[in-house]
């Protein structure tokens, strides 16, 4: 059956649509020997000879979706020209073949969770602005903000000139460091705008010393550590699924605790089980808010041996 060039290049886990839309643009795919620039152009996946940059593209794989912990000092893309180590890399280390990709950017200097699939129609929605699908941020800024600052970053900030939309920002947690008082901030958030909670301190005047990424829509698991990934449980891509169609009534999975006691024993990058720590890990941040819920999730099952988190 006929469908469109993109959709099929993204079931095939060859890119995301909007990447694959990119692809058809830059004319790099061809259908039974011609080359195409349309985006509305259909072909038969079964049928059509089908190729990007000269490779036939197979039928559409299993779909595999990934949760990683990024640790900082990674790239969150396929590759980077100033050759710095990327998220896939750490995939590749940990016996990850298939073509996957990010959903959503976490910053070179961030860390936390991410997610990483390919399957594209659902990368796409969760992507999509108009989902608002949360993001909760745990986020050490330089200074203690006052009331007046936190109700700016509530209420939304002007950055490039364009208002943030409303956002739950609560301080959980004061420190004294050396250099002076730090605070801790819990950030929930429903854009994906580059470097946003970042610039939104600085806007404040209180600079992000570290973030730390805890939740996204439905999914938290406390206990991952930076480096290791693990592949979602069935009932966890079902409430993606819920939140990419706008259904955010199951908010949020298993928090805190429980999130880490249901979640799946660590794996290094050999695949040999190493099970978490109930310590977190050096200089991982902390709050005592947890998320807001309004029905409680399903616990993750166990999975086999070769579904458990591994170590990139």
């Known amino acids: 059956m006929a469908e469109r060039l993109q959709k ?67 790239i969150t893309t396929r590759s980077d020209p100033q050759s710095r180590p990327t998220v896939i890399d750490l995939l590749a280390k940990g016996g990850v073949k298939e073509y996957v990709y990010p959903v959503g950017r976490l910053d070179y200097d961030s860390e936390g969770l991410l997610l990483v699939t390919s399957d594209g129609d659902l990368a796409a929605h969760l992507t999509h602005p108009r989902h608002g699908i949360e993001r909760e941020y745990e986020v050490r800024v330089k200074g203690v903000p006052d009331g007046h600052d936190l109700d700016r970053l509530s209420r939304g900030i002007s950055l490039e000139g364009r208002r943030t939309a409303p956002a739950v920002v609560e301080m959980t947690k004061v420190i004294e460091a050396e250099s002076g008082p730090q605070a801790l901030l819990s950030f929930v958030i429903r854009e994906g705008r580059n470097r946003q909670v970042r610039n939104m301190c600085d806007a404040i005047g209180h600079p992000v010393v570290r973030l730390r990424r805890r939740r996204i829509g439905p999914i938290i698991d406390e206990h991952i ?19 990419s169609a706008g259904d955010s009534r199951s908010l949020p999975a298993k928090t805190g605790r429980q999130a880490s006691e249901s979640a799946p024993p660590a794996h290094n990058s050999r695949g040999v089980a190493s099970g978490f720590s109930r310590k977190a890990a050096p200089g991982a941040l902390r709050t005592t808010t947890a998320p807001p819920r309004t029905e409680r999730a399903a616990r993750p099952r166990r999975s086999r041996e070769d579904d458990r988190p591994r170590r990139g």
Not at 11 to 16: D, E, H
Not at 225 to 243: C, H, I, N, S
């Open 225 to 243: 550590r930076p480096g290791e990934f693990r592949d979602l449980t069935e009932r966890e891509v079902a409430l993606l699924r819920k939140f």
């Open 8 to 74: 099929i290049l993204s079931a095939a886990g060859i890119a995301s649509r909007r990447t694959a839309e990119t692809l058809i643009a830059q004319g790099r795919v061809t259908v039974n020997g011609g080359t195409v620039t349309a985006l509305g152009t259909k072909a038969d996946p079964d049928a059509d000879d089908i190729r990007v940059d000269g490779r036939r593209v197979k039928g559409a794989q299993r779909r595999r979706y990934i949760l990683l912990y990024k640790p900082r000092g990674y």
